[in-house]
């Protein structure tokens, strides 16, 4: 069974930090991308950002390019999303997500598995 697993997830000022972290179990991801989706209140599940399990740097939504930065350790089955200069419009729960794709998309009902999310909440 195939789990990913959020934390990380929390209160800060505007301008401050965050890293959240996804550890995936229950599958082999070396064919998949693995992808940061959040949803804001009253808003739609919105791309923020993605990375390959195999290699290659992340791909990034314009709304968080330059300010937030993926990064994997494939001995721990993990993917972090480093998040810096936090502004109040990133508040949203935060998932984490795996596509069967190698390529990394940013269409979110290309993610076949989710996490249950983390809340970022970031105050002005």
């Known amino acids: 069974q195939v789990q990913l697993v959020e934390s990380g997830g929390g209160v800060v000022q505007a301008g401050g930090s965050l890293r959240l972290s996804c550890v995936a179990s229950?599958?082999?991801?070396?064919?998949?991308?693995m992808g940061w989706i959040r949803q804001a209140p009253g808003k739609e599940r919105e791309f923020v950002a993605a990375i390959s399990w195999s290699g290659g740097s992340g791909y990034y939504s314009d709304a968080v390019k330059d300010r937030f930065i993926l990064s994997r350790e494939h001995d721990k089955d993990t993917v972090h999303l480093q998040m810096s200069s936090l502004k109040p419009e990133d508040t949203a729960v935060y998932y984490c997500a795996a596509a069967a794709l190698m390529s990394k998309t940013t269409l979110v009902g290309d993610y076949r598995y989710w996490g249950q999310g983390t809340q970022v909440t970031v105050s002005s």
């Open positions: 229950g599958r082999t991801f070396a064919a998949y991308t």
